[in-house]
């Protein structure tokens, strides 16, 4: 699927990005272009890696032009460019907005300019019923890509096929609860939960990646996709770190929900679970393809939704996932790539030298 491909990845010196970068790094993969704003995480990636495959551009999503440059000669491209902190963006919600919305959109438009085969947009279980600034961003980057898509479907000659998925809470990633926990862990400090029954969706990494590469294979213009991922509560993963690393003695102290954070989030909204297939690990969700006189636009889809009247009905539309067990945070904290010295002091006890 990527052999002999150039790929470009906008913020590409995160998680996904080097993630991205060590499974395919010694593949048959032409070309992996890094495209982020951050030279400090280039330069440490240039050093690390020290591969003639990877090529490194510097520049900002905001500016069309530079995009549009970097674009050149591209087969698949993951945006994954964002501002993502959720405190952050509350504070700043017009920055969210010009990186994940109009960042977005100079992306979709330069990757169609140059013929891009292939663009899958990274979005977030956030912007579904948004409540902060970064999903309500977020839910706007999807609706943007959707109102491009349909225009690709109107354009028979067009090259590009774009889609989306949307992440749950990726394991152990920097700002993340769990490497929070972990670092408070090793720095002997009380656990800080921000309410013990908050639940999130956690997944790897690694099926973050999964998502993406799926998405590329199966997807049609205007597609989304999610990883089936699996639910905990903040007070039982912490209770598990306590476990896995000998920490049982250590308080758990809990400080209250932070800006914009919801007690459950979810993954996909009533509208979308009506249209939502089933694909074992992964589900698809085509695109909504009615167009604005509805008169003429009636099918199953709209017939359910009307049908949905109450929360049993919606029900059999739902898929069931497991909940995290003690033994598959083990194996995830195994498996985990982290770079961070804080993590891997733990993991690793023969680098607990790192601090």
């Known amino acids: 699927m990527l052999k002999n491909k150039t790929i470009l990845l906008t913020g590409g010196t995160g998680s996904f990005g080097n993630a991205f970068i060590k499974r395919f790094i010694n593949s048959d ?21 020290k591969s003639q495959k990877l090529k490194f551009v ?36 017009l920055e969210a907005v010009k990186t994940n919305v109009f960042g977005t959109d100079n992306v979709i438009k330069a990757a169609i300019e140059r013929g891009v085969e292939h663009v899958v947009c990274l979005s977030t279980g956030k912007a579904v019923a948004p409540i902060n600034a970064m999903g309500l961003s977020k839910a706007l980057m999807e609706k943007t890509i959707i109102s491009r898509a349909r225009e690709l479907n109107e354009e028979q000659n067009s090259k590009t096929t774009l889609k ?11 700002g ?19 309410h013990p029954q908050m639940k999130r969706s956690i997944m790897t990494v690694d099926e973050a990646v999964e998502l993406a590469l799926f998405a590329i294979k199966n ?39 932070r800006h914009g954070e919801k007690m459950q989030e979810t993954i996909l909204s009533q509208n979308e679970l009506i249209r939502t297939i089933d694909l074992g690990e992964f589900v698809r ?18 017939q359910r939704l009307n049908d949905l009247i109450n929360q049993d009905d919606i029900k059999k539309y739902k898929f069931q996932v497991p909940n995290l067990t003690l033994e598959d945070i083990e194996m995830m904290l195994a498996k985990n790539p982290s770079k961070d010295a804080t993590i891997k002091s733990l993991l690793h006890p023969e680098l607990s030298t790192l601090s």
């Open 176 to 194: 993340s609860a769990i490497h929070t926990f972990i670092k408070q862990i090793k720095e002997g400090k009380p656990i800080t939960l921000t």
């Open 164 to 174: 989306y998925i949307r992440y749950s809470n990726v394991f152990a990633t920097r």
């Open 285 to 302: 969700v085509p695109m909504d393809k009615r167009g604005l006189n509805y008169l003429n636009s009636k099918n199953e889809n709209s």
């Open 58 to 93: 510097l520049g900002n999503v905001r500016e069309y032009d530079v995009v549009y440059d970097a674009m050149k000669n591209v087969d698949i491209l993951f945006h994954a460019a964002a501002l993502k902190q959720v405190p952050s963006c509350d504070f700043a919600p």
């Open 219 to 257: 997807g049609e213009n205007g597609d989304l996709f999610i990883y089936k991922a699996r639910k905990t509560t903040l007070e039982f993963l912490a209770k598990s770190l306590q476990e896995i690393y000998n920490a049982k003695n250590r308080d758990i102290t809990v400080i209250g929900r």
């Open 29 to 49: 993969v032409k070309k992996i272009i890094i495209f982020s704003r951050d030279e400090d995480k280039q330069d440490r990636m240039r050093n690390e890696y």
